[in-house]
C-alpha cells in the first residue's frame, strides 16, 4: 500500500460548525503534514508531526487544531472557519521525520468550502 | 531559509515540442530541490529530486532536470511533449533533516494538439 488516504473529498461546512479531516497512510512513515492550497496557489505547509509528536506549526490560526493518534492517522479538526479558509487541504507523509530529503507522498486532498 | 522561484506562470507548447520550465532556488547551504506534478483536483506527485548525488537527475514519464549550482537553478525539460503532460508543475526545495519543504508559485503547462 503507497497510498496516503484522505477523506472526505469534499466538505461544505458553516462558520458555526465543527468538523474533521481525516488522513492515513500504511506505509510505516514516521511524519506526517497538512498543507493548505488555494486555487492556482502553491501548498503552502501548515503542521508537521514527527514521531506522533508536532514539529512544527506555521502560526496556523486557533480554529485549526490538528491531531495525530498513533504513526498512521493524522487528523485536522475544524470550528469556526472563516470563508477565506476554504481550499484544497493536502496531506502528505514522509519515510523519515527527520527530514524532506525523501520525498513526499500526497493524499488526494479535501476540497473545503466554507459557507 | 530556503525558498525557490518559478520564473513563468504559464507555458504553452505544441505536442512534441521541447518543455522548458525553470526554477531558481535560494539557499545558504545545499538544497535539496524537487519537482512534482498535480493535476486538477488532485495531490502532487513527485517527477524527480536532486539530494546531491548527481547534477543531472532523471525522473519519471520522460523528464529530468539539472542541478547548476553557479546559476541556482534546477530547470525541468521534457525533448518532446505530450498532451498528457498538461497539468500544474511545482519546483520545492528543503534542508538536510528538515521537514520544512516549500513549494514555487507553480507553472502551469497547456499542451497544444
Known amino acids: 500500500d503507497t497510498e496516503v488516504t484522505q477523506t472526505p473529498k469534499h466538505l461544505v461546512m458553516g462558520m458555526t460548525n465543527k468538523k474533521s479531516l481525516k488522513c492515513e497512510q500504511h506505509m510505516g512513515h514516521r511524519a506526517m503534514y497538512w498543507y493548505k492550497q488555494k486555487a492556482k496557489k502553491p501548498p503552502e505547509l501548515m503542521f508537521v508531526y514527527s514521531y506522533e509528536k508536532l514539529s512544527i506549526n506555521e502560526s496556523v490560526p486557533s480554529r485549526f487544531s490538528p491531531e495525530c493518534p498513533n504513526s498512521s492517522l493524522l487528523n485536522l479538526h475544524l470550528h469556526a472557519l472563516q470563508p477565506e479558509d476554504s481550499a484544497l487541504y493536502l496531506c502528505a507523509s514522509s519515510p523519515s521525520a527527520g527530514g524532506t530529503n525523501e520525498k513526499l507522498f500526497f493524499g488526494s486532498g479535501t476540497q473545503l468550502s466554507v459557507l | 531559509a530556503q525558498s525557490v522561484t518559478q520564473l513563468g506562470s504559464h507555458v504553452s507548447v505544441s505536442e512534441g515540442a521541447l518543455v522548458l520550465l525553470r526554477c531558481n532556488y535560494s539557499?545558504?547551504?545545499?538544497?535539496?530541490l524537487f519537482w512534482y506534478v498535480q493535476y486538477p483536483n488532485q495531490g502532487l506527485q513527485l517527477l524527480l529530486k536532486y539530494t546531491s548525488a548527481a547534477t543531472l537527475v532523471k525522473g519519471i514519464n520522460g523528464f529530468e532536470a539539472e542541478f547548476k549550482k553557479s546559476e541556482t537553478s534546477f530547470h525541468l525539460t521534457k525533448p518532446s511533449a505530450h498532451m498528457s503532460d498538461a497539468a500544474e508543475y511545482f519546483c520545492?526545495?528543503?534542508?538536510?533533516?528538515?521537514?520544512?519543504?516549500?513549494f514555487g508559485a507553480g507553472t502551469r503547462l497547456t499542451v497544444k494538439p
Open positions: 539557499s545558504s547551504v545545499p538544497p535539496y
Open positions: 520545492a526545495v528543503t534542508l538536510y533533516n528538515n521537514n520544512d519543504m516549500r
